[in-house]
C-alpha cells in the first residue's frame, strides 16, 4: 500500500529541517517495507512569491488528497521581510491559519519531553531538571483570539484595534474530550488552563470541561490560571501531565515549555482534525537568521514524522522506532548547536538526519 503525504517545507529553515524528515521516513519505508508518496507544495513566504498569496485553493486540495500533511515552517523576519509590508491576509502566518481552518485541525498536541540526555542543555536549576519531566500540551487550534472578528479603524478620532476572543461549548467540549482521551494513555491527569479570574470564555471552558470530566472517573482533573502555569512550568514542570487549553496561551506555553526541554528545535507537533488525517510540523518558527546555514536541528521535524506515522497512519512500531533512533543519537553524544553541551560531537542538521535515519531498526 502507498501511502501520499503532502509536503510542506516552507520557508527558513523549514526546508532543511523537513528534508531530513523525509531522509528519516525514507528509511523507516526502507526498514519496515513501506511505499510513502510525497507530494510537494508551497505555502507561507515561498507561495507569496510564486503565486501572490500564502496559501492557494489547490495546495488545499492537495493537502486533503493526501492521507497527512508533513510541514517545515512558514514566515520570515517581521521587521526586514517585504512579505510583511503585505496587508494582513496575504502575509505567511495568514496562509497557515487558513490551512489548519480548511482542514478543520482544531486539536493541537505538542507533546514537551525533558530526555536524560538532554538535561545538561536545560535551561532550569539543576534540582529541578533532573526530576525530569513529560507533559503533552492539549492546544486548541481553530477559535479563540485567532480566529475572531478583528479590525482597526478611527473611533473618534482616534486608531483603535479590536480582536475578538470567542468560544462556543462545543468548540471547547471536542477540544476537552481529545485531552481527556490522551490523558487515559498517559498519566490520567488533566490541567485545563485558563484565565478564569477574568474572563468569561474562560469560565465557560471551566464549565463545560467540568463537564466532560464526569465521562472519565479515572482521570483527576485540575484547573490553572494561564499566568500561574507559566511559572509553574519553570518551577516544577513535572507536576503536569496533559495540559488543555485555548489557541492563544497553548501558543506562549508550548515555546516555554519547549525551551525547558533544551531547545525550541525539539519540539514536534501533530494538528488533527476528528478523522485520522493530520498536519505534522515542528512548533517552532522559520527562524530565518539560521536558515540555509545547515545548522537547525532537525529533530522537532524528525519527530513530527513520527507523530504522523502514529496518528496518521497507525504505524505504531515506525513510530516508536523513530522516536528510539532520537534517543540513540543523543545517547550516543551527537547535538546540533542550540543542544550543544561540553563533551559532545556537534553535528550540522544533514548529518543529524543521516546519524538518525541509520539509527532507525525494527523492534527498537
Ligand atoms: C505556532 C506558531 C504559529 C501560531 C504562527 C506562525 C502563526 O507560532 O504554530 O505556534 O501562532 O500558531
Ligand atoms: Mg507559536
Known sequence: MTNHIAVIKGDGIGPEIVT????????????????????????????????????????IAACKRADAVLMGSIGGNTTTSPWYK???????EAGLLKLRKSLGLF???RPCVLYPELRRACTLREDISEQGFDMLIMRELTGGLYFGERHTEPVDGVMTAVDTLKYDENEIRRIAIKAFEVAMKRRRKVTSVDKANVLDTSRL?????EEVAKDYPEVTLEHALVD?????????????????????????????????TGSLGMLPSASLNETKFGLYEPSGGSAPDIAGKDIANPIAAILSGAMLLRYSLDMQAEADAVEAAVKQVLADGY??????????????????GTLIAERVKKGA
Open 20 to 59: 531530513e524528515a523525509m531522509k528519516v521516513l525514507d528509511r523507516v519505508a526502507e526498514v519496515f517495507g513501506h511505499t510513502f508518496e510525497y507530494e510537494q507544495l508551497l505555502m507561507g513566504g515561498c507561495s507569496i512569491d510564486a503565486y501572490g498569496e500564502p496559501l492557494t485553493d489547490d495546495t
Open 86 to 92: 503585505l496587508p494582513a491576509h496575504l502575509r505567511p
Open 107 to 109: 486539536a493541537n498536541l
Open 205 to 209: 471552558w471551566r464549565k463545560v470541561v
Open 228 to 260: 500561574s502555569t507559566a511559572m509553574q512550568i519553570v518551577r516544577a514542570p513535572a507536576q503536569f501531565d496533559v495540559m488543555v487549553t485555548e489557541n492563544m496561551f497553548g501558543d506562549i506555553l508550548s515555546d516555554e515549555a519547549a525551551m525547558v
Open 335 to 352: 547535538r546540533t548547536g542550540d543542544i550543544m553541551s561540553e563533551g559532545c560531537t556537534r553535528v550540522g542538521c544533514a548529518e543529524m
